[in-house]
Structures are given as structure tokens and as C-alpha cells.
């Protein structure tokens, strides 16, 4: 069925369609609503009860030049009607414009924040309402407000939140985008014709969501229906959840660098999701009602746009086509088009997964536990709990393809807890040849180099080169046939050996393929014996295949970080963040093409709610009267940004009762010491104001103490945050922004959401490019007031925390200063977890931190989805070992196993001593090397993003950007490099797995 293939061109027809043109022509047309449901909503707009719309207003802005500026703003003080009949297109857009804030030509703004407020009843528009940057849209959460576009209605869609000039230039730079939300709304287009309209145009960065919004959209009506409920071209976000889309073409037509989407409800669209492309893309509880196909992402199946689709706990209903994929064993790019199915029910479904030619991949009529399409490392011994189980009986299925076996040795682990006792690894790894360093396109995630993207020149959609059939492998299917791909036959890139690290081994020759259960010749890259490596027989695809490497393409020291690493001893080269093991417990990682079904992990059941992973959205508060809230700026709380509010801040918290929800209007709360977050509490902010840690108590790093500290250890009950900044005024070396000790009482009780953790480059700081200007040209010696904070979030061991879309950011560049520069704003670590009890992370990113963005150590019992990571862009000028030092008491890395600068990088992810760690998604990159992007062409940024030692892990959907080693253990060894796996941005794997 051809019909699934798709092209640029309709991606332009698509983008010319709503910019409106067609309608464009029709002029003013008066509206005469039919009365339906959704009118009768207007009836009652008068009033609500809604908190939001009730309580006294105090917030203000500190930083800004202008003291009478107005945070919330009701549309209808600015006139908007909401009668059903009356367009209100300027008014609304009045009272989100007013106030001097960012709009065009702005691109970032923290000083004109804005939570603009709908109160019941339909709102006719008949242009977009232009979101500006730093807006917050809420609508009645007890009487949605419908906002609808008129039949006349023109432009991109109801809600624009990054305007298209007509030359193609953006408001604002897609991936930096950030400070958005949406939530409680109703959008109607369905008095459009159905050959256009959308309901939200959301090309957004981080700290950006979507919440509770139902899109109402034309149904059915074949090819002439082009409606689609969120548009997206592109960006670097973000999350959303809680979304209903009704009818329509597309419910949602996606393009962005990572994201994290949980429930959302297709009813009756014709392609409930299309996947424009992506770098990592994770769904979580979609459920998908009577459309024509569920999930299309098929994009260009010559050369796939979209490089990996997780897709959690979700559900297909009388939809016959479930997925679309255009991924083949020999599709490109190699690591492209990867998708995770985690208990997905595909009974309403005949197929679960098609081909671009409507072959069946996966047939439907039942529950997918677990079912993986890309690149696979997983333990391969039969002893290992999860082993490959292949489909059995469809020949349609084309399953396990190894195409190398990686070996490596994973030292038993001791069984203690707390201490940093780590295993070491002696890996023996092998791979095959170098594959091609594929140029890559415009979209890097840079804050502030690249040139924003144009309507006309999407990212991944223009500047794709040629395929240069320089590259091969070889495949087994289930039958044992062979099958050749193109294989580089060239050697190591000069460029990756001048950075001394010891990568991929040269290799002229593909993988020989054998037939019996041979043993791959490998070689022990260090003295250490490796015990038991004749179990390297890989168990494929239900046959009795297996695929051992070549000679030729087993060396020592293969896709090693550093040269010395096959040398030293792999215990003795073991940093204090990573001790020694005893025993041996040796494993083999194989690594395969992979299609088709896999033993499902078994997830701890404090994870899970009912068979699916635990998931709670925001809490909107509508039950409680506006009565419940406690302003802090009552309470006495000043939120200058200059005077101490910590004593009144801690004596309002301490009197919170549990149904009472305290509020921090907006401003800037500074605080001198540790504010106690008690338990039992709720805590919502009005647009994100700050908290910010400063002064004396908060300077040393060997004694750093937290800035909020979230209930005490062993405490357990309820903890709600929301709607927060947490940062720093001026230097912080000894502060940890975040603490979290307390545990749920019930699953899930203790969580935040949009809650982020901001530093620098914002005003009212002091960390700004006046002041922390980057310095690429010289040595760089770091600056006392740049050094900004030790640590940013610690879940410390005995708490649990449900955190969602949280961004915790040191500022790579400044968001207010005309200038926008890149700036050096240090700061130690990113997000540490070392808890025992569940964690989840839902939408998360941590970045620029100095030696990790994300460890976790001694902790069990978490699940990651989707987590994203940067490098700070001024490594290694200064290197990771600058300014802070790394100490063994907080089992930093030491990189004490690196010869080169390029190792020498923040970690994007550590995980260390941990049992049951799940991670669906996650993006970690590299984009620079002393603010040069030279070694983007070279994909050699760094050598390292990921370390796993000792530890139970299943990482699926891993997706790094220019290291070397995608993933690496505690001595430097490579256990998954990344040059096999090139994708359409970065290198993706479906799966690395290592289990104790
Ligand atoms: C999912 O979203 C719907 C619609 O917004 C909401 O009613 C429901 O409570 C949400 N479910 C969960 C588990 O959050
Ligand atoms: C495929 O797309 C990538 C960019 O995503 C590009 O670098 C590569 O050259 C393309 N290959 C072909 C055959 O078009």
C-alpha cells in the first residue's frame, strides 16, 4: 500500500495549507454558529469558582523596568466576549500582547512573564491568538472555555505559539522557545472548512506543556479533510498530556528534536499521530479510537526523518492499521526508524505494525508486551533474565539479525548499599566496520549558533545528502539466509584519532557470518582473565544461529575512551566514584539487528499502576475554593529579588494545613539558608516565580547544604509543587537547589510538576553575559561569580518522587541582555538519584552540568521517560574536572581512566549500583567542543555519554549526539560505540540492557 508513503512535499502543501492561503480568499464571512454542544457553554460564562479566576493578585515582576507591570491578565478586562457570536480575536490577543512583553523580533524574555486567563464561555477568533514567550493560557478548569476559529478564520492555527513570517522567519528560535503553557481549554475548528485549519501551532523548546486541552476537528471527509488538532514543525521540548483530539486529518503532526506525550485520546482522526521526525519521541497511555491508522512514522522511507518512537501502556480501538514503519533491515539510517512497544493492546487493531508497502510486520488482535525494532545490546547468556524470545510461527515476522557480538565482563557487585562499590568491566569487545559519519542537517540543538528554521527549510526535512553505499553488514534472518548491507570499508576517521581516543577498530571486512554456535575470537583487552566467554553463542531469532565477529574485527581496545584503559588494570584504574568489585559474574552483550518480540522486563510493582507505569498529571486544583490559597505575599513575603524572605516564607509553609495550597505570587523570593518544605503540602506559583538561593550559607562546595529541602529523610506523606522556579542569585558553589527526601504515601503523593530549576543567564541573577561571558579564545579559568551551584536535584535514598516536566537548566546562553550571548555559568552536577523507593521521571531534561547531567547510584526502582541531556558547550575549555572538584563522598566521577580532553566531559548519564532502572527515551548530547562545532562532521564532541557499571538496567531508546561510546563502563571501555548506529541526527539503539 503505497498510500503510507509520504514526502516533503506534502510536509510543504501541508505548511501552505495552513498558513491559510485557500481561505484566505473567502474574506469576512459572518458567523452563524450552529447551535451545538459546545455553544451552550456560553450560556454560563458570567462567573466561576475556579481559583484562578478568584484570587487576589500580587504578583510582580522584580527585575523588570517596570514596577506597574500586570502578570495576570482575564481576557475579558481586555474585552473578549466569549458569547459564541462575537470575534474576539483582538481582544484576546490585547491581553496577552499588552505590557510591552516579547513578541516579535523579542526571541527570549524572563521579565514580561504572563498568565492569561479564560473564563467560561466560547471565544470566536478569526486569526490566531499569538501566544508571546513566557505565557502561561489557562482556562476555567471547571467550565472549559471553547476557544473557536470562525469559518472565515485564517492563518496557521487557533493558537500560534512561534509566528511564521512571510519571508519564513519565526518570532522566536524554535529550539529556544521556552517558558510555555497551555492548559483547559476547548479548541473548535470545526466550522472551518475541513481543507484547513489546526488547532495549535506549538514549536517550542523546554519547560514548555500542554495539558487538558480537547481539539474538536471536521471527521472523516477522506483526502479533501487537512485538519489537524497540534502542528508541529519543530523545536526541542517539551511535554504535554491529558489531550482529547476529535476528528481531523491528523490529531497530531509532530516534528521536534525529543519529547515526552502521555494520555492522549484519538477519536475518530484518519491518522491519529503522524511523525514528521524526531530524535526521540516517547508516548505513554495513548489511546487511539476508530481512526484509519493509529501512529504513521514512515516519513520518507528512503531515508527515515524519525529516529525512535517509544510507545508505553497504550491502547488501539477499531483502528485497523496500528504503526507505520518503514524500517527494513536494510532501511536507512541505520539507527533510524527505531521503535519500543511496551504493553501496547493492538486488539482493535488487524495490524499492529505495517510496512510502507502495507506488508504486516506485526499482525494486531492482541497485547504487545514488549516488541523492539532497531539496534540491540543485550545480555546474551542463557542465565540472563531476559533473553531474546523471538515470535514463533509468523513467518511475516523478520526477527533477531545480529550483526556483531560484543563481549564484555561485568565483575560481580557487592552487595552492600551507600558505599561506592562499583563493578569494573573488562570488556573484549569487538565490533564491525566504521560506518559512515553521515553529515548531519541543520537541526543541532544549540541554543544560539544555528540559524532558526524556516517554514520552507524544516530540519531533517531539507539538506538531507546522498546515500553513499559505503557502508555494510551483514544479516541472518530467522532462517539463517544472509543478507548484505553496504559496509564502510575505510578506517578510523583521522579526525576521531586525533582526538587520541581509541575508537572503532579499523576493519575492512564485514562480520563473518557462522553457523554453528561458534565461539567469537575474542581477546581479553586487559591481564584479567575472562572467564566463561564460550557462552558468546548467541541465541537468535528461535534458531540456532549465531553471529560471531570476525577476527578481523575483534582488537584490543575496541571503541575504548581512552587508549590506557586496555592497558591498566581494570580494578586498579577504577576511580573513587567507581570502586572495585569482587567476584566475577561474567556476561555477554550481543548486539543485533533487531524485529520482533522480546521478553518483557518485568518492572518492580511499586512502579506500575494496574499493569501500566504510574502516571498523574498536574493537580489544576478545581475542587477548592479560592479560599485555600495562602499568598505568600500576604504572609509577608516581599518576592523583590532583594530582600530576605526566608523567615517568612518558612513560617508560612510551617502553617499550611494539607487542604490549603500555598501560593507565591510571582516574584523573586530570595532566600540565606534552607527553606524546609514540610510534608503534607501543596505549592503552586503563579507564571513560574523564582525562589533564589544567595548569600554566605550557600558558598562551600565541601559542605554544600540545600537550597529547598523537600520533607525530612525517612518522612513520608504528600508534597505537590508546581509552577515554580528554583535558582540562584549570584555565586552558589555550595548549593543544592533541590533536596527530595520525602516519600509518597500513597503512590505518587509526593511529585512536581513544571517545576524547574533554572541558573543564570536570566535577570536578576548576576550570572549574565555581563558578567559570565564565554571565553573560547583563551585558557579558561573559570570566574568565583560564575561558579553557580554544587548540585541541582538530589533524591536522596529514601524518598520517592514523581516529577514531571522538569527542566533543570544552567543557562548555556542569556535569555534577557540584547546580546543573547553564550555565557560560562558553572555548576557542579545535574539531577542525582540515589533513592530506594520509586521514582519517576516524566519528561525530564538536565543540562550543561559540569560532571554528570543525570547519575544514578545505589538507587532502585526508578523509570526514566524520556530524559535529555547537553554537554556544556564550553568543555573542554575547561575540562569536567573545573571548577568543581569531584569527591568520593558524593561518588562523582573522577575521570581518572581518560588520557584525553575529549574524555574528559560531563557524563549525560552515570548509572552505578543500581537495581531496576528503566529508561524509555533519551536524548544526550554532545554539540560542541570549546564552543566550536567542528566536531559534529567528526561525531567526536566527546568520548563518552553513558557509563553503566554494576548494575540491572534497561535502557531503551538511547540516543546520543558526538560521543564516541554511546555507552561505556567504569574502566573505559566501550560497550556500545556509536558509529554503528548512525540515525538521522544522532546514534540511536532500541535497547542496552545489563543485568546483575
Ligand atoms: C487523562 O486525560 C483526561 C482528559 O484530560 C483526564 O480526564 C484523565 O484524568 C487523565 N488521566 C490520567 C491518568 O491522568
Ligand atoms: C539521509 O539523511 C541524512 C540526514 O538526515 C543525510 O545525511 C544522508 O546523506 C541521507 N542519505 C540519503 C541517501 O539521502
Known sequence: MAAFQTSIMMFLAHLILLLGLPTALVGAIPLTPAPNELELAASKWAASSYWVANIKRQGTVPFGSNSAYQVFRNVKDFGAKGDGSTDDTAAINKAISSGNRCGKGCDSSTTTPALVYFPPGTYVVSKPIIQFYYTQIV????????????????????????????????????Q??????????????????????????????????????RFEMVKGGGSANKQEGVFMDNGSGGFMSDLTFN????????????????????????????????????????????????????????????GSVMMLDSTLTNTPIGIVTAWTKKSIPVGGGTLVLDNVDFSGSTVAVAGVDGNTILAGGAVVNSWVQGNTYSPSSGSTKRAYRPEENDDNIEVV????????????????????????????????????????????????????????????????????????????????????????????????????????????????VQTSNAVPAIEPSSAVAVASESSGAVPVAGSTVAVGTSSAAVTQGTGSSSSSSSSSSSSSSSSSGSG??????????????????????????????GGAVFERSKPLYESLPASSFISVKSAGAKGDGTTDDTAALQKVLDSATADQVVYFDHGAYVITSTLKVPKDIKITGEVWPMIMAHGANFQDEKNPIPALQIGQEGESGSVEMSDLIVTTKGAAPGAILMEWNVAGSSQG???????????????????????????????????????????????????????????????????????????????????????????????????HHQ????????????????????????????????????????????????????????????????????IYGAGLYSFFENYAQTCLDSEDCQENMVEVDCSDVHIYGLSTKAAVNMVTSSSGQSMVPEKPNTSNFCSTIALFEQSV
Not at 495549535?200 to 523546554?206: K, M, R, T, Y
Not at 530467522?478 to 576521531?496: D, H, V, W
Not at 572495585?580 to 499502576?609: E, F, I, Y
Open 139 to 174: 482556562g476555567d478548569a471547571i467550565d472549559i472555555p471553547v476557544i473557536k476559529a470562525s469559518a472565515a478564520f485564517t492563518g496557521m492555527a487557533v493558537i500560534d505559539a512561534d509566528p511564521y513570517e512571510d519571508n519564513g522567519d519565526n518570532w522566536y528560535t524554535n
Open 176 to 213: 529556544n522557545n521556552f517558558f510555555r503553557a497551555i492548559r483547559n481549554l476547548v479548541i473548535d475548528i470545526t466550522a472551518m472548512p475541513p481543507s484547513s485549519g489546526a488547532g495549535i501551532h506549538w514549536q517550542v523548546g523546554q519547560a514548555t506543556s500542554l495539558q487538558n486541552i
Open 247 to 306: 476528528g481531523g486529518n491528523y490529531g497530531m503532526f509532530l516534528g521536534n528534536q525529543q519529547f515526552t506525550t502521555r494520555n492522549l485520546t484519538f477519536n475518530g482522526c484518519q491518522t491519529a499521530i503522524y511523525m514528521n521526525w524526531n530524535w526521540a519521541w516517547t508516548f505513554k497511555s495513548v489511546n487511539i479510537n476508530n481512526c484509519r491508522v493509529g501512529l504513521n512514522m514512515s516519513t520518507s522511507p528512503s531515508n527515515q526523518t524519525v
Open 401 to 512: 539479525t545480529v550483526i556483531e557480538t560484543v563481549m564484555h565482563t561485568v565483575l560481580a557487585c557487592a552487595a552492600t548499599n551507600g558505599a561506592a562499590t562499583l563493578a569494573s568491566n573488562i570488556p573484549a569487545s569487538s565490533n564491525i566496520g566504521v560506518a559512515t559519519v553521515v553529515p548531519t542537517g541543520t537541526d543541532v540543538g544549540d541554543r544560539s549558533i544555528i540559524p532558526q528554521a524556516t517554514a520552507m527549510s524544516a530540519p531533517a526535512l531539507s539538506g538531507l545528502p546522498g546515500f553513499d553505499n559505503s557502508w555494510m553488514s551483514v544479516f541472518v534472518d530467522s532462517s539463517g539466509n544472509t543478507y548484505e548491507i553496504p559496509l564502510e570499508s575505510s578506517q578510523t576517521p583521522a579526525a576521531i584519532e586525533s582526538t587520541a581516543a581509541a575508537v572503532v577498530p579499523a576493519s575492512s571486512e564485514p562480520p563473518a
Open 580 to 609: 572495585t568489585c569482587n567476584g566475577a559474574a561474567n556476561q555477554a552483550v550481543a548486539s543485533a539487528r533487531t524485529q520482533g518480540t522480546m521478553q518483557a522486563s518485568s518492572k518492580p510493582s511499586d512502579l506500575l499502576n
Open 749 to 847: 503523593s509526593a511529585g512536581m510538576w513544571d517545576v524547574h530549576i533554572r541558573i543564570g543567564g536570566a535577570a536578576g541573577t548576576g550570572l549574565q553575559s555581563d558578567t559570565c561571558p564565554k571565553t573560547p579564545a583563551k585558557q579558561t579559568t573559570p570566574k568565583e561569580e560564575c561558579i553557580a551551584a554544587f548540585l541541582l536535584l538530589h533524591i536522596t535514598q529514601k524518598a520517592s518522587a514523581y516529577i514531571e516536566n522538569a527542566w533543570v537548566w544552567t543557562a548555556d546562553h542569556e535569555l534577557d541582555l540584547d546580546d543573547h550571548s553564550q555565557i560560562n555559568v558553572y555548576t557542579g552536577r545535574g539531577v542525582l538519584i540515589e533513592s530506594q523507593n520509586p521514582v519517576w521521571l516524566w519528561g525530564t531534561a538536565s543540562e
Open 851 to 918: 560532571l554528570y547531567n543525570y547519575q544514578v547510584s545505589n538507587a532502585a526502582n526508578v523509570f526514566m521517560g524520556l530524559i535529555q541531556t547537553e554537554t556544556p558547550y564550553y568543555q573542554s575549555n575547561p575540562t569536567a574536572l573545573t571548577p568543581f572538584t569531584p569527591q568520593d563522598s558524593w561518588n562523582d566521577p573522577d575521570f581518572s581512566t581518560c588520557t584525553t580532553a575529549s574524555c574528559k566531559k560531563s557524563w549525560g548519564l552515570r548509572v552505578m549500583n543500581t537495581s531496576d532502572l528503566f
